[in-house]
Nanobody, 124 residues
Framework: QIQLVESGGGLVQPGGSLGLSCGAS????????VGWFRQTPGKERELVAC????????TYADSVKGRFTISLDNAKIATYLQMNSLKPEDTAVYFC?????????????????WGRGTQVTVSS
């Protein structure tokens, strides 16, 4: 059992950048597939970015390709989501996720471990 805690959300203007962090409670994420989902009211959760393990393959939603980057720190105890060229439609609650499975599923039910979420608002 691992606990995930997100940080770094907030308000940013369109075109700006924001970085999200997700720490795992004293557990190495080296054995987990990790990723980020987001959700807006009335919509289903959407997989934004993911790193599979093993293999380290990166997966991104089409809507964020070229703008968002997911990474793991060298100690494998935190994952990051760097978001550039933000748009108002990126406004959502962002959730950090992890699972012992070995691929990045676009279905939220696949991931067993979830953070509580952090709000990102893109507005002028």
């Amino acid at each position: 059992q691992i606990q995930l805690v997100e940080s770094g959300g907030g308000l940013v203007q369109p075109g700006g950048s924001l970085g999200l962090s997700c720490g795992a409670s004293g557990v190495s994420l080296d054995l987990y597939t990790v990723g980020w989902f987001r959700q807006t009211p009335g919509k289903e959760r959407e997989l934004v970015a993911c790193i599979s393990n093993p293999g380290g393959s990166h997966t991104y939603a089409d809507s964020v390709k070229g703008r968002f980057t997911i990474s793991l720190d060298n100690a494998k105890i935190a994952t990051y989501l760097q978001m550039n060229s933000l748009k108002p439609e990126d406004t959502a609650v962002y959730f950090c996720v992890a699972d012992r499975g070995s691929f990045c599923s676009r279905y939220d039910s696949y991931f067993h471990f979830w953070g509580r979420g952090t709000q990102v608002t893109v507005s002028s």
